[in-house]
């Protein structure tokens, strides 16, 4: 499944059986999934989050990252695909599928997605951004976030199945406009 307002590929099974083998590569962790992001601020290199996710005690609708024993095991992986002054494209993969993991563990590391209305706080604008930057971060109405490649073993055949989605139009006019007027 998708986050409501995230990009990209999704896989549904046809049948029962189908559905029941993809339940278990899901639990197994035997299906690979790779996304793109664009979240605020500079990193340096990528990393791993792996942090327990569960309800957050605030407030229900969200997710948190939670003590160790209170949430469930939910680890990403993260490398930085291209820098800007004020934020970073990465490509983010699950070793686990929990709800909104991704969005939870970049807002943990203080590097929350652009746009990310329930992570992501208020819009964040560069010191020196001119109007144009400041007029795409306000218009970007959705997480940036993409479901941009998905590998899995087919329930049936047995064979390995990889898909790629290339980046949506919103988050290339994005990215084009940080690379004109975001420059590191």
């Known amino acids: 499944r ?3 307002n995230t990009s990209g590929l999704m896989v549904v099974a046809r049948s029962e059986l189908a559905q029941k083998n993809l ?3 899901l639990q197994t962790h035997t299906v690979s999934r790779e996304y793109s992001a664009i979240v605020y601020g500079h990193m340096i290199s990528g ?3 792996d942090a327990p996710i569960g309800r957050d005690s605030k407030d229900r609708i969200k997710q948190a990252v939670v003590e160790e024993g209170e949430g469930k ?3 990403t992986h993260y ?3 291209d820098r800007f002054s004020h934020h970073t494209h990465v490509k983010c993969i699950l070793e ?3 709800t909104h ?3 939870v563990h970049m807002s943990f590391i203080d590097h929350p997605l652009v746009a990310d209305p329930m992570y992501g706080g208020k819009i964040r604008f560069p010191k020196k951004a001119d109007d144009k930057l400041k007029e795409t971060l306000k218009s970007f109405n959705r997480q940036a976030l993409h479901a941009k490649k998905l590998t899995l073993t087919h329930p049936i055949s047995g064979e390995t199945l990889s898909w790629k989605a ?3 139009r919103d988050l290339q006019e994005l990215l084009q406009t940080l690379q004109t007027f975001d420059p590191v």
């Open 166 to 168: 290339p980046l949506p």
């Open 96 to 98: 686990t599928g929990r």
């Open 47 to 49: 990393g791993t989050v």
């Open 79 to 81: 490398r930085v695909i």
């Open 101 to 103: 993991q991704i969005r």
């Open 73 to 75: 095991d939910a680890v």
């Open 23 to 25: 339940v278990e590569q």
């Open 2 to 4: 998708l986050d409501k």
